[in-house]
């Protein structure tokens, strides 16, 4: 994989028109967002506070309820800074999607761009509310989180053997005046060795994000057991994760093995409509951010536990 610029056709799509469209389009968003903001904020509580069909077992409803979208105005904790795995597609080890026209987007789950292709799994909303605890937790407004995980049989887009010809599952949003992201995209799969969890980055700005600099924040999101177990039994495509998911837990996790109450999401929904995984994000000053030294890397699955080395390339 390279990080040439992609041919663009004459009647490209809107994606497809490089990254200063990009941009513009995003600033004329924000400010309907903005005049929209109270409404949206108002959606996405009565979301987030309505009833659970899937619970966990695998940690406590207190635990889970810690991290879930706030909407009382209290700061939650920070979430901690974790690897990037192996497979950022940040441009920090290897293929850089960050630069590519498109990738600022709230469905990830088709390719775009130069590459065709669609994931397939269980329909999946996820849900980030930011707070920006260096700014005495007000919303993360005008925050850019790159988002990007694992397909339905565990391979990464850019990296896996069968699907490093596609960019599904990776995209870019920019926090609503209420700190909010919204993605649509399909469960991630329990691949061998590492506990269901999604990838993200925090920047400062969109800008900051599509120009090549070190994120504010780079972690995890682990996912409650109960709603991986109904999903996984629900769609065969998961089959290799019902058996993967038996051989791990949250506490033997190299990455949230010591400690996850910041970084638990809740899960809503049923399988056969569609699931919605919440959280709330406390994002500290970047200087505080600092990875502890990682656990070694899980044995037979695509990786996840060793960050990348080297500069971001672009």
Known sequence: MTDNARHHSADAHEHDRGL????????????????LGAAGASALAACSSSGSTITTTSASSEEAASSAVATDGTCVAAAPQETAGPYPGDGSNGPNVLIESGVVRQDIRSSFGSYSGTAEGVPTTIELSLQDLSNDCAAGTSMAVYLWHCDR??????????IAEQNYLRGVQVADSAGAVSFTSIFPACYSGRWP??????????????????????????????????????????????????????????????????????????????????????????????????????????GGGQPPTGPRGR
């Open 20 to 35: 200063t469209h990009d941009l513009r389009t995003m600033l004329s968003r924000r400010r309907a967002l903005f005049v």
């Open 197 to 302: 969890h999604i990838h993200f980055e925090v920047f400062d700005s969109l800008e900051a994000a599509v120009a090549g600099e070190d994120p504010r924040l780079t972690s995890q999101i682990a996912i409650p057991q109960d709603a991986c177990e109904k999903v996984f039994a629900y769609d065969t495509g998961y089959a290799k994760s019902v058996s993967n998911l038996s051989d791990v837990s949250l506490q033997s996790d190299n990455v949230f093995g010591d400690g996850w109450d910041a970084e638990l999401a809740t899960v809503t929904g049923e399988p056969a409509g569609g699931v919605t995984i919440s959280i709330t994000i406390g994002v500290a000053e970047k200087s505080a951010n600092t990875e502890s030294a990682p656990a070694a890397p899980p044995a037979g699955g695509p």
């Open 153 to 162: 049989d565990g391979e990464y887009s850019l990296y896996g053997q069968d």
